[in-house]
């Protein structure tokens, strides 16, 4: 994968700059490792809100905040951690076994989603024991 540092699973994409202003680009298979076919926003979070609360099934999700900051909390049964995504160019890939929380949002945060598969209400587990049954024996 060309022109990305990978360093646990925050990527630092380029940001490619001018006298204009600043853009940054995202390629499916290029420097996020998954198709996208869907792409959301959250913003407008209300303060001390935390959100997600769930893992997935099978999707492959690719965040960043392209406007303020938030913090993110991930557990993989494995391993706990929280991420600060604070820069337009700082990409976070879940896995579908991330259980994740998105708190701290600052009040311009816009964080910006790429999913690989559609919206499917049966792809979420939002309860953690079935989790844990999930994911817990891999
Ligand atoms: C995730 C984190 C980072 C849809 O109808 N279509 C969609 O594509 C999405 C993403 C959501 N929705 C509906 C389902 C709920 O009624 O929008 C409502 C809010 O979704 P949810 O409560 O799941 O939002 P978060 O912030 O807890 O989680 C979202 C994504 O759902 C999730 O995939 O990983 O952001």
Redesign the pocket.
Known sequence: MSGLVLCSRLIDIHELGDERGMLAVIESNINVPFETK?I?Y?YGTAEGVR????A?RK?R?A?VCVSGTCK?FLDNIERKTDVTLDSPTKVLI?EPNDW?E?YDFSPNCV?L?L?SH??D?E??IRDYHQFLEVYGSE
């Open positions: 869907r959301f959250i959100r997600g609360f769930h997935h999707t999700q965040l993110v879940l994740h998105m964080l989603v999913a559609l919206y209400p792809d979420y």
